[in-house]
């Protein structure tokens, strides 16, 4: 039975294919707002990252694709709400696989878009972490040479969470002349996600509780990890980004790289299952809402965070698998959507904020 925030033997399997984990969006028109009537000054700008997975395109504040999808998968929903609030925004590209995108004809399809970046500004979207935040770093310092950009607000959905913080330190080191001013992470599994622990043997099968649509994701994510051609899903377990055995992981190595950035984390927590293993549940389908809260995350790699917490799944793949909503995704959620606004229209006082607002100890 499925209710609003319960998850209880719905008895149905839900096919989980490698593509939905990125999330979808259904097409969405244009805003009808132009940048160029926005307050943001050019060289500020907003980028979009989307995740494991993801078919996406590159956009600019202008220019998007015409024909289905403005943003491709995950993103087009972030931009069009973005857009209309008067924010200067840009996509990247990912795909799955190497080279370049142009367009796309699977669900969430995309086509007529904007100039294919090269392969090496585009995320292959099933690479390990810091691979794709090098393409993102990449990415980031094209919009500087070629619009201008000087300073930007990263918005990433699921993995793109981490090809972001990855692309942040790597900004860094290399004395990039672009300086991100904050980092929204939208369902980002900072401590793992269940469904790679569980296919890793980390967390017990039986912690799915017997239910058909954790059971699925967890099959189609042991597939793709014991493929030998995907490394992403590896990195999506807890043991890597936070160690195993007294040896630091990958978050640990992150440490200074978030320093003076406020960041804001958004979990969604709709699927539910009573007395349920803690490590697996309340999840949005794919991260459990620990994961996405960074509770064991310290402040020396966190500085500074708040945390929001929606009674949503994933992505809108999810929801329309489940017979939920489009809006209980938190891709299309109007409140994510418009909280993310509110955030970012608060950067510059961010940091002089209590920190751990909303967030768990």
Same mark, same amino acid.
């Given at each position: 039975?499925?209710?609003?925030?319960?998850?209880?033997?719905?008895?149905?399997?839900?096919?989980?294919?490698?593509?939905?984990?990125? !999330?979808?969006? /259904?097409? @969405?028109?244009?805003?009808?707002?132009?940048? $160029? =009537? *926005? +307050?943001?000054?050019?060289?500020?700008?907003?980028?979009?990252?989307?995740?494991?997975?993801?078919?996406?395109?590159?956009?600019?504040?202008?220019?998007?694709?015409?024909?289905?999808?403005?943003?491709?998968?995950?993103?087009?929903?972030?931009?069009?709400?973005?857009?209309?609030?008067?924010?200067?925004?840009?996509?990247?590209?990912?795909?799955?696989?190497?080279?370049?995108?142009?367009?796309?004809?699977?669900?969430?399809?995309?086509?007529?878009?904007?100039?294919?970046?090269?392969?090496?500004?585009?995320?292959?979207?099933?690479?390990?972490?810091?691979?794709?935040?090098?393409?993102?770093?990449?990415?980031?310092?094209?919009?500087?040479?070629?619009?201008?950009?000087?300073?930007?607000?990263?918005?990433?959905?699921?993995?793109? !969470?981490?090809? /972001?913080? @990855?692309?942040?330190?790597?900004?860094?080191? $290399? =004395? *990039? +002349?672009?300086?991100?001013?904050?980092?929204?992470?939208?369902?980002?599994p900072w401590e793992g996600?269940?469904?790679?622990?569980?296919?890793?043997?980390?967390?017990?099968?039986?912690?799915?509780?017997?239910?058909?649509?954790?059971?699925?994701?967890?099959?189609?994510?042991?597939?793709?990890?014991?493929?030998?051609?995907?490394?992403?899903?590896?990195?999506?377990?807890?043991?890597?980004?936070?160690?195993?055995?007294?040896?630091?992981?990958?978050?640990?190595?992150?440490?200074?790289?978030?320093?003076?950035?406020?960041?804001?984390?958004?979990?969604?927590?709709?699927?539910?299952?009573?007395?349920?293993?803690?490590?697996?549940?309340?999840?949005?389908?794919?991260?459990?809402?620990?994961?996405?809260?960074?509770?064991?995350?310290?402040?020396?790699?966190?500085?500074?965070?708040?945390?929001?917490?929606?009674?949503?799944?994933? +992505?809108a793949f999810f929801?329309?698998?489940?017979?939920?909503?489009?809006?209980?995704?938190?891709?299309?959620?109007?409140?994510?959507?418009?909280?993310?606004?509110?955030?970012?229209?608060?950067?510059?006082?961010?940091?002089?904020?209590?920190?751990?607002?909303?967030?768990?100890?």
């Amino acid at each position: 039975m499925v209710s609003a925030r319960t998850f209880i033997g719905s008895g149905a399997a839900i096919a989980v294919a490698v593509g939905a984990l990125s !999330g979808c969006t /259904s097409s @969405s028109p244009e805003p009808s707002a132009s940048p $160029s =009537g *926005s +307050s943001q000054a050019n060289s500020q700008a907003v980028v979009v990252v989307s995740g494991f997975a993801a078919q996406s395109p590159f956009t600019t504040p202008t220019e998007a694709c015409k024909s289905g999808d403005a943003a491709g998968l995950s993103d087009t929903g972030f931009r069009t709400s973005l857009l209309a609030a008067g924010y200067q925004v840009y996509t990247s590209p990912a795909q799955v696989g190497p080279g370049q995108i142009s367009s796309f004809d699977g669900q969430g399809a995309f086509d007529d878009c904007p100039t294919a970046l090269p392969e090496s500004m585009t995320v292959n979207a099933l690479d390990p972490i810091d691979e794709g935040g090098e393409r993102l770093r990449n990415f980031v310092n094209y919009l500087n040479t070629e619009y201008g950009v000087t300073s930007v607000d990263l918005v990433a959905h699921s993995m793109g !969470g981490l090809f /972001s913080r @990855s692309a942040i330190k790597a900004l860094k080191d $290399s =004395g *990039s +002349s672009v300086t991100v001013r904050s980092l929204t992470t939208v369902g980002t599994p900072w401590e793992g996600s269940f469904a790679e622990d569980i296919a890793a043997g980390a967390i017990p099968e039986s912690a799915c509780g017997g239910e058909a649509s954790c059971e699925e994701t967890v099959k189609q994510v042991k597939e793709v990890s014991t493929s030998g051609q995907v490394k992403a899903p590896e990195q999506l377990s807890a043991a890597f980004l936070d160690g195993e055995n007294g040896k630091p992981g990958w978050n640990q190595a992150q440490e200074g790289a978030l320093t003076g950035i406020p960041v804001t984390l958004f979990a969604g927590n709709l699927l539910t299952l009573k007395d349920g293993n803690p490590q697996v549940w309340p999840n949005d389908g794919l991260a459990q809402e620990s994961s996405a809260l960074a509770p064991g995350v310290s402040d020396a790699v966190l500085p500074h965070r708040q945390c929001f917490v929606r009674p949503d799944v994933h +992505s809108a793949f999810f929801s329309e698998a489940l017979g939920f909503k489009k809006e209980q995704a938190l891709t299309y959620d109007p409140v994510v959507l418009n909280q993310i606004n509110e955030v970012l229209a608060d950067v510059d006082t961010a940091l002089s904020q209590p920190n751990r607002v909303g967030c768990p100890s």
